[in-house]
């Protein structure tokens, strides 16, 4: 749930006036301007559902691999976005196997069919070299516990745990 809460996104050129590459941004639970409640209100009546219908839930990464917007990173081509998703459907990633994805405690699958291992780990795709990559990734997370400070007042222990460790 705290990447609901956190609902990390971009904004890309073209959706604002002053966007000439990605920023990166926060939109609660993916919709900030339209939440009545706190954040964690809403990631409660999700996880409810979630385990009503036992849904199992997948983050997807349809942004930036191999580097940022500004140096020689490019879209997730949609194909493997698709690939993914297909996976998804059919049962495939939910008998893969997975690595840990340590910094943002996520377990990252290590194959799927039709989808280039390097594009399922950001470091392998990263073309800038292993020190850049690792202080890009230090940058984000700190965005991440940064942001995510103003939701902690009302937030699980187990929530807050799942956030990014630096």
């Not at 926060?26 to 964690?40: E, I, K, Q, T, Y």
């Not at 385990?51 to 199992?56: L, M, P, W």
């Not at 998804?88 to 069919?113: D, R």
């Not at 470091?123 to 965005?143: C, I, M, N, V, Y």
């Amino acid at each position: 749930m705290f990447h609901f809460i956190s609902g990390y996104t971009s904004k890309v050129a073209g959706t604002g006036d002053d966007t000439a590459e990605p920023q990166a941004m926060f939109s609660s639970c993916f919709g900030r301007a339209f939440l009545a409640l706190h954040p964690m209100r809403y990631a409660e009546m999700l996880a409810d559902r979630i385990a009503h219908h036992k849904a199992n839930t997948w983050l997807l990464n349809t942004g930036w691999v191999g580097g940022d917007a500004s140096r020689g990173g490019k879209r997730c081509p949609l194909k493997y976005t698709r690939a993914i998703v297909d996976a998804i459907h059919s049962g495939e990633l939910i008998k893969a196997e997975y690595e840990v994805y340590s910094t943002f405690n996520l377990q990252v699958p290590t194959s799927v069919t039709g989808v280039p291992a390097e594009i399922l780990n950001p470091q392998r795709s990263w073309k800038l070299g292993e020190a850049d990559f690792k202080q890009e990734l230090a940058k984000l997370a700190k965005l991440f516990m940064e942001n995510f400070k103003k939701y902690e007042d009302e937030a699980t222990p187990d929530v807050v745990k799942a956030g990014p460790v630096v």
